[in-house]
């Protein structure tokens, strides 16, 4: 089943890409292999230098379209713009490096259309991420359902956009992605969207695989999370402190300077891998300036530089197993 051009579909795929011509074809793939077609997929180039738009245009499927930036705006800009292009009731979100499993819009709007509140217009599922370094993939675990707000203050930000998908007129009203935000546009976005009593509903199964990489990712970039840290704390410390105490605020503090740590050591082992050795010691040291928040990073880190990547990850491979032994069979210490 095709869309014509005259008809409105029900789901609408918003694809912000730049320069990632070599990876944005699989996630278009993905979108065309849904076993729900009642869509179109929105791919939103944002100024690319490279054959971005010639990958796109070679789509024959007629659901494919190309809206194209003159400069690149950022990711804000790129999905607000697919948003003000949809025209279906429903937007799914799914960046140039990500890719959907065949049944995710299947599901998601089966249960957007069964759910028993009125008030959900939001819904997500949990993921695969596959890390290319490691060639290693896991899954996220945990969903929450219905007023999350709280959930969010919290610090819980599922690890991409690509797994949600959103009622269009909510993203409207909210005024969808922050175009001054360098990061984390997305966990503003749920913030906001959550506490104008927009409700979350969940699809309990990884429907998509996320992809980890350290090439051109600039929400990877430490010094944007820096950045992205402190709006966030203006926008979203005082309701913190508010709503759930000083405390809780702390905590949420550190989470950020964790997220930042974790940027620098998916530096430190990009180095390590393509044997940049002073670069990872260059990255490493930087990490010092926001101890004492994450300890745990600067000493993997420090091991992973002095080990190397072999030796390192045999290590991580032993005390995994050491611990999986003493948690015994059901999971638990034994």
């Known amino acids: 089943m095709h869309i014509s051009g005259n008809r409105t579909p029900s789901v609408s795929v918003v694809i912000p890409t730049h320069n990632r011509a070599q990876l944005v074809a699989r996630s278009i793939e993905s979108v065309l292999a849904q076993t729900f077609p009642d869509l179109e997929c929105i791919v939103v180039d944002d100024g690319s230098t490279d054959n971005t738009a010639e990958v796109v245009r070679g789509f024959q499927d007629p659901r494919v379209r190309l809206v194209t930036l003159p400069t690149n705006c950022g990711l804000s800009r790129a999905r607000n713009e697919g948003i003000r292009a949809a025209r279906g009731e429903f937007v799914a979100f799914l960046d140039d490096d990500d890719e959907w499993l065949p049944r995710k819009l299947d599901m998601q709007v089966a249960r957007l259309r069964e759910a028993d509140d009125p008030r959900a217009t939001v819904v997500y599922c949990r ?100 950045r992205g840290s402190e709006i966030l704390d203006r926008k979203w410390g005082p309701a913190i402190t508010r709503h759930l105490g000083p405390k809780a605020y702390r905590r949420w503090k550190a989470r950020r300077c964790g997220n930042v740590q974790s940027a620098h050591f998916k530096r430190v082992r990009y180095a390590v891998a393509h044997g940049q050795r002073i670069e990872a010691w260059r990255h490493w040291l930087a990490m010092w300036r926001l101890l004492p928040w994450s300890r745990r990073n600067v000493l993997q880190a420090f091991a992973l530089v002095t080990l190397g990547q072999g030796a390192y990850g045999a290590l991580a491979r032993a005390k995994g197993a050491i611990l999986r032994r003493a948690r015994g069979p059901s999971g638990a210490p034994s």
């Open 127 to 226: 993921c695969y991420v596959h890390d290319a370094l490691t060639g290693r993939t896991t899954q996220t675990s945990g969903v929450y359902e219905g007023d999350i707000f709280g959930h969010l203050l919290r610090g819980w930000h599922p690890p991409t956009p690509s797994l949600f998908m959103v009622k269009r007129s909510s993203l409207l009203e909210v005024g969808g992605f922050d175009e001054g935000l360098p990061c984390a546009q997305d966990y503003d976005l749920w913030l906001r969207l959550a506490e104008a009593s927009n409700h979350f509903a969940a699809v309990n199964e990884p429907l998509a695989v996320k992809h980890e990489h350290a090439e051109g990712h600039m929400s990877a970039d430490p010094a944007v999370r820096v």
